[in-house]
């Protein structure tokens, strides 16, 4: 019987990687009921394995450890992986939308860092990306800059993916793009 508990904890060890999270916003709600107002807390977190892998959640309770709980729970229930250049940035510049959320995301040289404001940093900290360069417009809303955000990274392809779609080699991908301005200047 022990022995069967044991190999159940090791199997579930085994399978979920040790995720890390960062609250972004929690914000405190009131409910109107006849007697007056019910209080509680709405936690917004992003969970990721900072290896390529990052989703977020919301979470609502009376108290804001149980929000909290809550939201990592739906974030990593709702994970999203990303292709990282390198493990380290993006494959190309990308623009996410939601709502009135809008960011745009550019690829970056080694050593820049991580150039983002508050959600959008928290969300390319947990997805283990070192250097990119974002810029938020529009909403300054948290939650949908973090799903314009998430919409953003959805759309990232790597060159092997595009390769495979295509039937052509990764070489002959990245060759058709470095030659393209070349041939603009010659022209």
Known sequence: MAERENRRDRRDRDETP???DRLVAINRVSKTVKGGKR???????????QKGRVGFGKGKAKEVPEAIRKATEQAKRQ???VQL??????HHDIEGRHGAGRVVMRQAPEGTGIIAGGPMRA????????????????SQ???NMIRAT???????????????????????IL????EAPVEAAEA
């Open 18 to 20: 040790e995720f890390a």
């Open 39 to 49: 209080f509680g807390f709405a936690a917004l977190v992003v969970v990721g394995d």
């Open 79 to 81: 994970m999203i992986r």
């Open 85 to 90: 250049r390198e493990g380290r940035t993006l």
């Open 123 to 138: 969300v390319f900290e947990m997805l283990g990306v070192k250097d990119v360069v974002s810029k938020s417009l529009g």
């Open 141 to 143: 809303n948290p939650y």
């Open 150 to 172: 998430i919409d953003g990274l959805k759309q990232e392809q790597s060159p092997r993916s595009v390769a495979q779609r295509r039937g052509k080699k990764v070489a002959d």
């Open 175 to 178: 060759r058709s793009k470095d």
